[in-house]
């Protein structure tokens, strides 16, 4: 993590909404996540058409996590923290966010959040996710990240990552982020802060991954507030 610079990332996520972190994992480390999929570990498997959210799977961790996954949710708080903070700041919103990620647990588990919330999501031919914000209490925190951990190209085609963005008064943006195994992209867990002409406003931000066309795709999702 110390070689990321997170002034760049920050200032991705200002201009566009979005930012790309290239290799966070190495192929070893995508390739032993994806093949625990059908393992233990896990408190709950969502198949995604039962509920109208698409088509796939995708399974959330149980606690404790495993150690790849704890320690990224561990690395990539207080930069992210840092910039949550600021745009808070921004938009005028209370809410502020400690250094440590585990005091940020800690809230959330007071509130009854107490449910962990990074997983794996697995696609195969024909399968989508729809637009969507991952929305689980009172306790949101505004930046999640997603690991891409197959290889586009080798391990599937299509699927690719979509970002979608709704300001005032203004049709809809989409933003599609071009990733490559071990590639994540950090972006807002449902709004952001936009300088506009008339000052600062907030933008509506959904995401979703569009039809796989072959082939099978798994990712990491590392969303750093629990749910209820």
């Not at 032993?32 to 709950?44: H, L, V």
């Not at 058409?49 to 790849?68: D, K």
């Not at 039809?211 to 999702?221: D, K």
């Amino acid at each position: 993590m110390t070689d990321i610079d997170w002034t760049a990332v920050a200032a991705d996520l200002d201009a566009h909404g979005c930012a790309r972190i290239a290799g966070l994992l190495d192929p070893a480390a995508c390739e032993a996540i994806t093949a625990r999929y059908d393992g233990d570990g896990y408190r709950s498997t969502v198949v995604m058409a039962r509920h109208g959210f698409g088509r796939g799977e995708y399974r959330y961790y149980a606690y404790p996590l495993p150690e790849p996954v704890q320690a990224l949710r561990t690395a990539l708080w207080p930069p992210l923290a840092q910039i949550a903070n600021r745009w808070n700041t921004t938009l005028s919103e209370a809410a502020r966010y400690p250094a440590e990620h585990a005091e940020y647990l800690a809230r959330c588990h007071a509130a009854g959040q107490v449910r962990p919330t990074p997983l794996v999501l697995r696609y195969g031919p024909g399968d989508y996710n729809c637009l969507h914000q991952d929305l689980y209490g009172e306790h949101v925190f505004p930046l999640q990240a997603a690991i891409l951990l197959s290889e586009p190209g080798r391990d599937f085609e299509g699927g690719e990552f979509v970002l979608t963005e709704q300001r005032p008064r203004m049709q809809s943006r989409v933003e599609v982020v071009p990733l490559r195994q071990g590639d994540a992209v950090i972006f807002p867990v449902h709004h952001r802060p936009v300088r506009g002409g008339k000052g600062i406003y907030r933008v509506n931000m959904r995401h979703g991954v569009s039809r796989l066309r072959a082939g099978r795709r798994h990712t990491l999702g590392i969303i750093f507030h629990d749910a209820l």
